[in-house]
């Protein structure tokens, strides 16, 4: 009985520095759970020092001043931690009736189409910072922010009207601390390629890559004070040598709400990495890969691309979305809308086979009266 009551008596006696110190030493999910064990860890657990070596472990771009002085202006780093660390589930796409035909109506007005006007007057790009971070095998590679969008002209319509998307390495900021170019080597962990066609046959490269890589894309709205990861942290895809040999395509995002914005209801956030092959192993040369793009972009479920206006819309909407903190529930809900995208895809062809079949049989209905009457 006196060895089941030591540990609790011991735990309570314990110095708030050594505390403090354990405390530090653990992640945010330990961190959480170990501010439910004691009402001293809970007191400890809410020291914003804690939860900024937290997200600094879990998010290098964190610790630039600039980032740091963002977080302290919407909440501080244990909000940021947990509203960040748990990914985007829209629950929306299994209740979503896939089979009906998602069409955009003529007769919609702009107010209607694009949503409340004084709801979009609300929504600025420069209210938008994206903070980016890439791992592969638990090494950061890549870390980058972006603030507000870029190539927005306030006056024009251009941004608003036409397809939105971010380069990120386009357009990161100029004293970003990782500038650059970044690569992946067989110091980092990738497996030496002594040809393209070697790889081509196997694919050990693509499956260490597509296994290892780990994105995070937070967005922070600076005027509402809320923020949001739209990766899925985990690839959802990827394509291996395209549009060349030497390229690799990976996947990422989440699944967006847009109800009252687009009649569609639900878009994609799609996040795409490309690393393309500038060495293989050689004298005196390992395998290294390039990181040549990082972008992100939103389309519907048919595969059209969104607008800006609608786009700003829809991250503001995303801002204040369900998520969980078990991220196979997130990748469960972006496979479940590449099935059902999949699925009206197939519709569709149905449809048009069917439509061109009755074309062919009227075609043929036709000839068959002309010359029935003209013979």
Known sequence: MALSVAPAESMASLNSDLSCDILRRLDGPTLASAACACAAFCSISKEEKLWENVC????????????????SCIGGFRK??????PLIVNKEVAEYQWNDHLEYPEEWTEAEYYGDVDEFESVAPSDFVSIVDIRYKDKTICSKVLWGIPNVNELSGWFYNCP???????????????????????SDGLPPIL???????????????????????I???KKVKQTVNLASWSPLGGQRHWPTDKDFVTRFGSVLSAKGILPCQVVECILIMKFRVVHTEGEGVQTTLKLTE???QLKDIEGAHVNGRSSLLILKKALSCHRSKNHSEALESCHLYSKAQAELKEEKMRNESRLDRLCILSGIAASLTFWYYFL
């Open 80 to 85: 940021f931690y947990a509203d960040c660390f």
């Open 56 to 71: 600094s472990s879990t998010w290098p771009s964190t610790s630039r001043e600039d980032v740091k002085s963002l977080i």
């Open 219 to 221: 967005v922070v709205n």
């Open 294 to 296: 990082l972008s992100m």
């Open 164 to 186: 939105f998307r971010i380069d990120l390495l386009t357009n990161a900021a100029r004293d970003d601390d990782n500038e650059g170019e970044v690569f992946l080597s067989v």
């Open 195 to 217: 040809s393209m066609e070697k790889e081509r046959k196997d694919g050990k490269l693509w499956m260490e890559l597509r296994d290892g890589l780990r994105l995070s894309w």
